[in-house]
């Protein structure tokens, strides 16, 4: 259904805002490029030069087969009313055309035409909770922020995606183009190093990282955490490129052909993206300390980007884990200091952001480290255990991965000198057992758990 919402502010000019239902689940998750199509598109378009708005709620088959009638190249204005009121007969789609140079909204649904002063189409429900946000005065600003409520309230189930905003100025309309990012809980990519790390929202809310741009040349979304981009033409309800796996800037590459541009940066979110990529690649590079000094800064304020807060603390506790183990062999008491301030950090991640399976995993291989070189028993034996959890904790978000079945095993292995008697022993054995299979039924190759499965083997005959 949507909600399309549509108001003078108090200059006169049309403000616009649309959502996009650009999610396909209950859970509102990011989109893929292969279903996220299901419920939702684009719903506001501009034409004629930017000089008039057309919206739409209700069946975009339906619409997209009217929008197909209008002629783009000799655009008239009566026409193309004319021909969404002979559309909107049907009762399945409404739609909001405006018109920049006379500031002028038309509601068109049921066969009928009006000219008021606000007008809405789609979900009532979604309707009244705006308005219940927005006053008589409300400019583009109060709108975006009440749509943004309606979105996120997942009892107005019709609505959702994102909201797209337009407004009337000096006789045309311009979208409001945007980056946008999440402000809630974080997701990152399975990975042997660091990786982008992107976003994933509260179910319970539809706002993600993303950018978007328009114009009279079309449209386009950026998705940073899906890595996924669309293009859609003009009056195309269905994009005419979906463009999974790539970059931003491979991303306003693709807009150029359509002659559309990617929206500015802020500066102060370019600016701190940009040192995070440039520690990143002193990460992969193996320059721990270097990187350290540079996303250090950032990890000390939650009110920077949640975004780059995230990153920036997820780096740095990767950088002190690495450091740990290579310094094992020269210093243990620097290689403990090292990793106990990883553990501390991804620790820290867990607590202001959902339980994320690479978070865990790092954790977890942390504490076999910390395991390993420590020497009081006890200590050694509560890091085996915690790392032990961790492992089955990243296991229940993700378990078609190998390493922590590995990582566990080796972990309940140092575990089996705990045991108080034979019959904790033997099953332990074959938790440790089967761990290994689960990693090799996923990757064959993995040298340590084949050789930690055959020796418990051994030990138990």
């Excluded at 200059?11 to 996009?20: E, F, L, R």
């Excluded at 400019?139 to 407004?167: K, Q």
């Excluded at 480290?369 to 255990?385: P, W």
Aim: glycine share 6%; aromatic share 12%.
């Amino acid at each position: 259904m949507s909600l399309i919402f549509a108001k003078k502010d108090d200059t006169g000019n049309v403000c616009i805002v649309s959502d996009t239902r650009l999610n396909y689940q209950e859970s509102r998750e990011l989109p893929t490029h292969s279903d996220y199509q299901k419920n939702g598109g684009l719903k506001l378009f501009l034409v004629d030069s930017r000089r008039v708005a057309i919206a739409f709620a209700g069946c975009s088959a339906e619409a997209q087969d009217a929008f197909d009638k209008i002629d783009l190249q000799t655009f008239e204005l009566d026409k193309a009313v004319h021909t969404l009121t002979q559309s909107s007969l049907s009762r399945n789609t409404d739609y909001i055309v405006c018109h920049a140079g006379d500031n002028l909204i038309y509601r068109i649904s049921c066969g009928q035409v009006s000219q008021p002063d606000f007008a809405y189409i789609g979900d009532f429900d979604g309707y009244l909770l705006l308005t219940r946000n927005i006053q008589h005065t409300s400019g583009l600003g109060d709108l975006e922020r009440a749509m943004d409520v309606v979105i996120s309230d997942a009892n107005v189930e019709s609505v959702g995606g994102f909201c797209i905003s337009a407004i009337s100025d000096i006789g045309k309309f311009r979208y409001v183009k945007r980056h946008y990012f999440s402000q809630f809980k974080g997701r990152i990519q399975l990975s042997t190093t660091p990786v982008q790390i992107p976003f994933v929202s509260n179910a319970a809310n539809d706002t993600y990282s993303y950018a978007w741009t328009g114009d009279e040349n079309g449209f386009g979304f950026f998705f940073y955490e899906a890595k996924l981009g669309l293009i859609y033409s003009p009056l195309t309800i269905r994009p005419v490129e979906v463009l999974p796996g790539i970059d931003l800037q491979q991303f306003g590459i693709a807009l150029s052909k359509y002659s559309l541009t990617l929206p500015l940066k802020m500066d102060a979110t370019n600016e701190e993206e940009s040192l995070i990529d440039f520690a990143y690649e002193l990460y992969k590079s193996s320059q721990y300390v270097r990187c350290i000094d540079k996303v250090e800064s950032l990890t000390y304020n939650v009110k920077v980007n949640p975004k780059v807060y995230f990153q920036a603390n997820y780096l740095l506790s990767c950088c002190y884990k690495e450091l740990g183990i290579a310094t094992e062999a020269k210093c243990q008491i620097s290689a403990v200091e090292y990793l106990e301030r990883a553990v501390q950090g991804f620790e820290q991640l867990t607590v202001n952001y959902e339980p994320e399976f690479n978070v865990l995993a790092n954790k977890g291989i942390a504490l076999n480290y910390l395991g390993y070189i420590q020497d009081d028993i006890l200590v050694k034996k509560a890091r085996f255990d915690n790392a032990v959890h961790d492992f089955t904790l990243a296991l229940e978000l993700d378990s078609k991965q190998a390493l922590p079945y590995q990582n566990r095993a080796a972990a309940n292995y140092e575990l089996l000198r705990f045991c108080q008697n034979q019959y904790e022993f033997a099953q332990l054995i074959k938790k440790i057992v089967l761990d290994c299979d689960l990693a090799l039924t996923i990757e064959p190759n993995l040298q340590i758990a084949a050789s930690l499965k055959m020796h418990v083997l051994s030990i138990r005959a």
